[in-house]
């Protein structure tokens, strides 16, 4: 290779700081094992230059920047291609003692790196962290301890080494030290209408509908702060909070008037009190927008939280009236959008908004039709809400002596996980002692999920080199290594006290359970869930079958591994009477992690691993061309197969002067589809004040970076740039083989 090409060369060193390439120092180890042998096995400086050289074009193939110890494998085929063993033993012997030396200290380095902003894989892993912050290096370096303690003496060493190849991943091991769950659906009604207590202080029912949202922020915080994963609440508990303010307003505009000696006509009060309902409800759903946005929790993000919109929940009229008003505040206000430090109006990435679509708001002529309306509105301009369809989701999700098309309608946890039904069908007896227990009612709010393991399905298909026996083989055996690492997580819940996170245990987000009382009757029965994530199927199908999801022939296959997989968690969960669940796996960081693991395993192969990304769940790959309506009609038939959690997208342009094809799309997705979003763009330019589609370009070294089309700013820390990667809406950017991936995004809309 030139030296200019080599010079633009990056590499990534073991503590995660990103370093020119520099071919000499690969030369220098093969001259030092060569030395180290016999002269009649040495090799000639033509022969160590010409394996360097070799090196740096299978680095430069890749496309990114490798790691040292991806380079060192190169360099290990390489010298073995030449012939020279002995001089590769000595360079594989080196590499293991060096190997033995770092053991004695995991994480010093990673932990220095954190401190100095250097560890690139670090600073793009979650794209809602900002890692300059102090508190998030203090999560990432508690993070990278707990990662140690976890695969030194936590975890099984399969399961371990299994993870670091790519294999599996298990998720969120830099939590796994602790005591922590996933996500849930926070029962937010408990808590505000039996009150609750935050910080050892006793807080009461509100009497205001503002004084309920602020509370609710406060909730929110302390749940985040005491799980790793995302939250959801339901507007409709703090709908009925409207009326109260009503009859609290209507008592004081009375008291005036008497006051004033003035006599007011009913038409005239009750137009004067809605006007102050109105304001009040401005101020509430404020307060939870801007709270939400400028908190903090202690792992230095915005709390993660979802907020579901379903008017089909209300339990009365005058509750639904409320809700709908609600719903429309916070479609208004997120139109509206938050400000930057430049006092420019962007799109924030929290809280989720979901949008239920149901009989009396889908069609143009229905009572909510106009929130509807509103919410294409908000989608177009901010990239939410998402959309949940009411029929097919009571045609998929039955409680116990539900019939399809009467079942339940519920948010995910997050941005796409899924409780099971309630296999009960009664609220699992109400073990969870919670003040809204109801008899005879499935129950979704308190709920929670344990954890996730994902299976790499590209790398079961390339292992099993196209023989489809051993690739089921493969698979089975691949199925139940996740299997145990699930039963790692619930293990590590087993046992926990509700004293680990009040807030959660005792105070109602999920149970109102004794001082010192353990958590583990929530673990079992189907009151919890946990998930058995997979990625990659349009690979994996591609590997094995040549065809593509697309191909009737793909598409059949990818519909027999999707229901093996069902099959596993369907026989675990009748041995162990656990909630396993099928996840489909929105890999943000990890896709770039599988891409290099598969690409260090197999090199590079068409169409399944030249890219620095592998596909999310059973999605149709971002470069393949297809129709939105064909798409979400196909990506329906795997959604349906992957109960424990999936959301289908469609990309689209700008679509704010075009909201008659949102709606197409949105009516679309209620008859055929259960979870579906629409992908937008929102960027803006503080250099420039470009409100518009930030561009993906390449650098000088070949590093994929951001700019502006208009004044050709790249300076991230001046960029607002918003982009939905894994369901949610990530504002910090991403590493390679994302941002890869976002470039490489087709329109479904033209």
């Known amino acids: 290779m030139s030296e200019t090409a080599t010079k633009a060369m990056k590499i990534i060193k073991r503590s995660g700081e990103e370093k020119p390439f520099d071919v000499t120092k690969i030369e220098n180890a093969i001259r030092k094992a060569s030395q180290a042998v016999d002269y009649k096995n040495a090799l000639s400086e033509g022969r160590i230059k010409l394996i360097a050289d070799e090196v740096a074009g299978v680095c430069a193939a890749r496309d990114r920047a490798m790691t040292v110890e991806e380079i060192q494998d190169v360099v290990e085929t390489k010298i073995m291609e030449m012939g020279a063993h002995e001089i590769a033993k000595k360079y594989i012997t080196y590499r293991y003692k060096q190997s033995l030396l770092r053991q004695a200290n995991t994480t010093d380095k990673q932990i220095l790196s954190l401190i100095e902003c250097n560890n690139e894989d670090v600073k793009q892993e979650n794209s809602n962290k900002n890692p300059t912050i102090n508190s998030v ?10 990662k140690d303690v976890a695969s030194r003496l936590l975890l099984p060493a399969d399961v371990v080494a299994a993870h670091k190849d790519g294999i599996i991943h298990f998720h969120d091991m830099d939590y796994y030290a602790q005591h922590m769950h996933n996500c849930d659906l926070v029962n937010l009604e408990d808590m505000l209408q039996n009150g609750t207590v935050i910080s050892g202080t006793m807080i009461e029912k509100p009497k205001s509908f503002s004084t309920a949202c602020n509370i609710a922020t406060q909730i929110i915080a302390q749940v985040a702060s005491n799980q790793y994963g995302g939250q959801s609440i339901s507007l409709t508990h703090l709908a009925p909070f409207v009326d109260i303010s009503r009859k609290a307003i209507a008592k004081e505009l009375k008291e005036e008037n008497e006051l004033a000696g003035v006599t007011m006509d009913r038409a005239a009060f009750d137009k004067i009190v809605e006007k102050r309902v109105r304001k009040e409800v401005q101020k509430g759903v404020q307060t939870i927008q801007y709270q939400v946005v400028t908190l903090m929790t202690t792992n230095g993000q915005a709390p993660f939280v979802t907020v579901f919109m379903y008017l089909g929940e209300a339990r009365s009229e005058q509750e639904r009236a409320d809700l709908a008003l609600v719903i429309e505040e916070v479609l208004n206000e997120r139109i509206r959008g938050v400000k930057n430090e430049q006092g420019v109006y962007i799109t924030p ?28 509105k908000c989608t177009a301009k901010r990239m939410v809400p998402d959309y949940i369809s009411e029929k097919k989701m009571k045609e998929y999700k039955l409680s116990k002596g539900e019939t399809v098309g009467n079942g339940d309608t519920y948010t995910c946890m997050g941005c796409r996980s899924f409780l099971t039904p309630d296999r009960s069908g009664n609220g699992y007896g109400n073990i969870s002692n919670a003040g809204n227990y109801e008899p005879g009612k499935p129950k979704y709010y308190g709920r929670f999920n344990q954890g996730v393991v994902t299976i790499n399905l590209v790398d079961v298909a390339l292992s099993a080199h196209g023989d489809m026996a051993k690739f089921w083989e493969i698979f089975g055996e691949r199925c139940e290594l996740c299997h145990k690492a699930l039963r790692c997580r619930h293990d590590r819940l087993k046992g926990t006290t509700s004293d680990a996170a009040p807030i959660l245990w005792q105070y109602g987000a999920l149970a109102r359970l004794k001082k010192g009382e353990k958590i583990d009757k929530l673990l079992y029965g189907g009151y919890s869930t946990i998930s058995l994530g997979y990625a990659g199927l349009w690979e994996c199908v591609f590997a094995m079958t040549g065809k593509k999801l697309t191909e009737p022939e793909g598409e059949a296959f990818g519909l027999e591994v999707m229901k093996k997989l069902n099959e596993y968690t369907a026989k675990w969960k009748a041995a162990e009477d656990i909630d396993y669940s099928l996840y489909g796996t929105p890999l943000e960081s990890t896709t770039y992690k599988f891409a290099k693991c598969l690409q260090a395993r197999f090199g590079v192969v068409k169409g399944v691993t030249d890219k620095n990304y592998i596909t999310n769940s059973y999605h149709i790959h971002v470069t393949e061309p297809i129709d939105a309506f064909k798409k979400l009609e196909i990506e329906s038939r795997f959604q349906k197969l992957s109960p424990g959690g999936a959301i289908s997208y469609v990309e689209v342009p700008n679509m704010q002067n075009n909201l008659p094809a949102v709606l197409a799309l949105m009516q679309f997705i209620y008859d055929n589809i259960m979870y579906a979003e629409l992908n937008t763009k929102s960027d803006y330019c503080q250099e420039c004040g470009f409100d518009g589609e930030i561009e993906i370009v390449k650098d000088e070294s070949g590093k994929l970076i951001w700019r502006c089309p208009k004044c050709g700013n790249t300076d991230e820390s001046k960029l607002n740039v918003a982009r939905r990667t894994c369901g949610y809406i990530g504002s910090q950017f991403w590493n390679q083989g994302r941002t890869q991936e976002i470039k490489e995004r087709v329109l479904h809309v033209s």
Not at 137 to 146: F, I, L
Not at 350 to 365: Q, T
């Open 137 to 146: 290096q203090r999560d990432y370096m508690a993070g990278e301890v707990s």
């Open 349 to 376: 990435a929290f809280p989720k908004l979901i949008y239920v679509l149901e009989e009396m708001n889908v069609r143009e002529g229905t009572p909510y039709w106009y929130l509807t309306e509103l919410a294409a």
